[in-house]
């Protein structure tokens, strides 16, 4: 009866790492909505002030010039609706297959079915995929999602862009990322990410860098206009702009010296790489990573990883045991993920401790003893290869 309640499949626990499989349509949707209705906000007040222009009495030439500009508006602006539309039906569309898939795990009633093995190599395709998106392998993402039949359950169009955008900044080039900040802009204020006012600061930096007069004073124009909104939340960084002014591009005070430096490029990527998991409410670390930790860790013991090695970890010996983590494909990849959480213990009969901290059982040492050949006053750790006097082990009581 144990065993078929460990075999019993609970969903919830599977889905832990499928939130952002929902999350990200609904915020491309929420993000869609937001900009229909800032574009329908703005010609509608712009068709409206027109109107009023109207009422003046205007000569019939410059009514019917109004009317063709309003009329050439509200054109403009239902292309653009239409084209938000179309997307939201394809965002809409893809969230309906996608519950469809995780309903499907619930209909697996025991994890030895067939399905759900098929349903987790459809997820751990999924995981790839998120993975080579990442890491900028937009054709081989595509690719394997086409061939898997998963092109409706993995999201390749936003991490085109974010690529795009991480490429340019490596570039040295801000005008993809200051577009995609303004495109989001109320929403990076909502979540308090300053990526815009670092991209404007990088601006006033290159111009500053070049040490003409004519480019000293455009960078203090560009200051002014710019830095205002900021003047409370980066005021010290804002000083420190101003400050730069005075100081050559190789200035050895702070903070002028790491505002000049290179490595801002790799802060800004940085800075927006946050930014845009922030607002699609993506995680840091790709899914890959994080289903890999889980899954060594649940199967880490102490003695994969002994602090110090004993005779018996040899290659060979690595290879022969039935523990993954201590194979050798595993073991220095699982080395820095936490040991796994044990609700229970299993101890040996009639436990004792060596001085180490060690507990085992009385007889598997003895039994040890005897096949090293030990003299019966001598007892040796298997998993450290340390030995100890018998007079040194204490017995161990369980309470």
């Given amino acids: 009866m144990a065993e078929l309640k460990e075999m019993k499949l609970n969903p919830e626990s599977q889905l832990y790492l499928d939130q952002p499989l929902l999350r990200l349509p609904y915020e491309l949707i929420r993000r869609n909505f937001q900009n229909s209705r800032v574009l329908a906000t703005r010609e509608s007040t712009a068709v409206l002030t027109g109107l009023q222009g109207l009422q003046g009495n205007p000569s019939p030439e410059n009514a019917v010039d109004s009317i063709d500009s309003m009329i050439v508006r509200m054109q403009g602006l239902k292309r653009k609706l239409e084209a938000i539309n179309s997307e939201d039906k394809v965002l809409h569309d893809q969230s309906k297959k996608r519950l469809q898939h995780l309903q499907e795990l619930y209909e697996i009633p025991s994890l030895v079915d067939v399905r759900f093995e098929r349903w987790s190599r459809s997820r751990l395709d999924r995981l790839l995929v998120d993975y080579m998106l990442r890491t900028g392998y937009i054709k081989s993402a595509s690719s394997l999602a086409r061939e898997r039949n998963i092109s409706d359950l993995v999201d390749i169009k936003p991490f085109v862009q974010y690529i795009k955008i991480r490429e340019s900044l490596k570039r040295h080039s801000t005008q ?13 204020r909502k979540i308090s990410e300053f990526i815009e006012f670092e991209i404007r600061l ?4 290159e111009l500053v860098r070049t040490r003409e007069p004519s480019k000293l004073l455009e960078a203090i124009i560009f200051g002014r206009k710019h830095f205002a909104f900021y003047k409370d939340s980066q ?3 804002i000083k420190g702009a101003a400050a730069l002014l005075a100081y050559e591009e190789d200035a050895s005070d702070e903070p002028y ?4 430096s290179p490595g801002r490029w790799d802060t800004l990527v940085d800075l927006f790489t946050a930014a845009h998991n922030g607002i699609l409410s993506l ?3 790709p899914l890959l990573h994080i289903a890999l930790s889980a899954g060594l860790s649940a199967l880490k013991t102490p003695s994969c990883h002994p602090s110090v090695a004993s005779s018996s970890s040899s290659t060979s010996y690595l290879v022969t045991r039935v523990c993954p983590i201590c194979s050798t494909e595993l073991n220095e990849l699982a080395r820095r993920v936490p040991y796994a959480h044990q609700t229970k213990s299993h101890v040996d009969n009639d436990p004792v401790v060596l001085p180490n901290g060690r507990i085992y059982g009385r007889e598997r ?3 040890l003893n005897e096949k090293l050949g030990l ?4 007892m040796k750790d298997p998993a450290t290869g340390s030995e100890f006097d018998a007079s040194e082990i204490r017995k161990v009581y369980i309470t």
């Fill in 176 to 188: 993809e990322c200051l577009t995609w900040c303004l495109e989001n802009k109320h929403t990076l």
């Fill in 202 to 205: 990088q601006q006033y930096i």
């Fill in 235 to 237: 005021a010290e960084k």
């Fill in 257 to 260: 010296m790491t505002l000049y």
């Fill in 283 to 285: 995680p840091d670390r």
């Fill in 365 to 367: 040492l003895m039994m």
């Fill in 375 to 378: 003299p019966e006053n001598r």
